[in-house]
């Protein structure tokens, strides 16, 4: 059986092919993701992520679920709503990319559901769920690097994830415990609950360079790190006109 970062990173075409006309990762450092449309196929994309696109070609603003959602999704730090595309003519495409350093990767939402930290989740195509779920520890709401409130996907779509820098796969047994360095936790299978924990001692907390809290993550289930800690990401910026 195929690991899950392997799954990851395999475009599976005939499983996105249901949702979009075809999809293709390009570059090494920081990556670009091409999405081919035909008319009335559509796509979810994170604010700030459209890089390009052509003609037949639009898009709005929406809030997945409803405005109901909309304060659950503004606390996750990805903002009220997400850039919906439409396509109205066969063979449309659409750029995106992550705006850092690192990996675009698919995951294909029959497999599980997932959760994403904040600027990991980059777009959704078919009949992907996008709503909010909340860390199973009340402290991870003002120490934990990935904060309170995360993107949960589920369904049966086809999410676009990115990753800083490389994409690193551990799998949890049950009750195995993991702790992750703030900003290196990038997305894990929903069933893994997410905490934080105290990295102890004076010394540690002021001179290691990792805070005052870890983050701590408990199986079973998958977790995938990014090798570089995320920077926070830039939502003011505007889709192209």
Same mark, same amino acid.
């Given at each position: 059986m195929a690991g899950v970062l392997d799954q990851l990173m395999e475009l599976e075409q005939s499983e996105i092919q249901k949702y979009v006309a075809g999809i293709a990762v390009d570059g090494e450092i920081a990556q670009v993701c091409t999405v081919t449309l035909n008319k009335g196929q559509t796509l979810w994309v994170s604010k700030g992520s459209l890089l390009a696109y052509t003609e037949g070609i639009d898009w709005t603003l929406k809030v997945p679920g409803g405005v109901g959602k909309a304060l659950g999704r503004m606390m996750t730090g990805e903002g009220a709503a997400l850039v919906y595309v439409t396509c109205n003519r066969d063979g449309s495409t659409v750029m995106l990319a992550a705006n850092m350093p690192g990996k675009l990767a /698919?995951?294909?939402l029959s497999k599980g559901s997932i959760t994403c930290t904040s600027g990991s989740f980059v777009a959704a195509m078919g009949d992907a769920d996008i709503s909010? /779920?909340?860390? *199973?520890?009340?402290?991870?709401?003002? $120490? =934990?690097?990935?904060?309170?409130?995360?993107?949960?996907?589920?369904? /049966?779509?086809?999410?676009?994830?990115?990753?800083?820098?490389? $994409?690193?796969? *551990? *799998?949890?047994?049950?009750?195995?415990?993991?702790?992750? #360095? /703030?900003?290196?936790?990038?997305? $894990?299978? #929903?069933?893994?609950?997410?905490?934080? *924990? =105290?990295?102890?001692?004076?010394?540690?907390?002021?001179?290691?360079?990792e805070g005052l809290f870890m983050t701590e993550l408990v199986g079973p289930g998958w977790v995938m790190l990014q090798s570089l800690k995320k920077l926070p990401v830039q939502r003011g910026k505007q889709a192209p006109q």
């Open positions: /698919t995951w294909d909010v /779920t909340m860390a *199973r520890s009340a402290g991870a709401m003002f $120490f =934990g690097g990935a904060g309170l409130f995360m993107q949960k996907l589920s369904g /049966t779509g086809v999410a676009l994830i990115n990753g800083s820098g490389d $994409f690193v796969e *551990r *799998r949890l047994e049950q009750g195995e415990k993991l702790l992750v #360095s /703030t900003g290196n936790l990038a997305v $894990f299978s #929903s069933e893994v609950s997410y905490g934080v *924990r =105290g990295v102890g001692g004076c010394g540690k907390m002021f001179l290691g360079g």
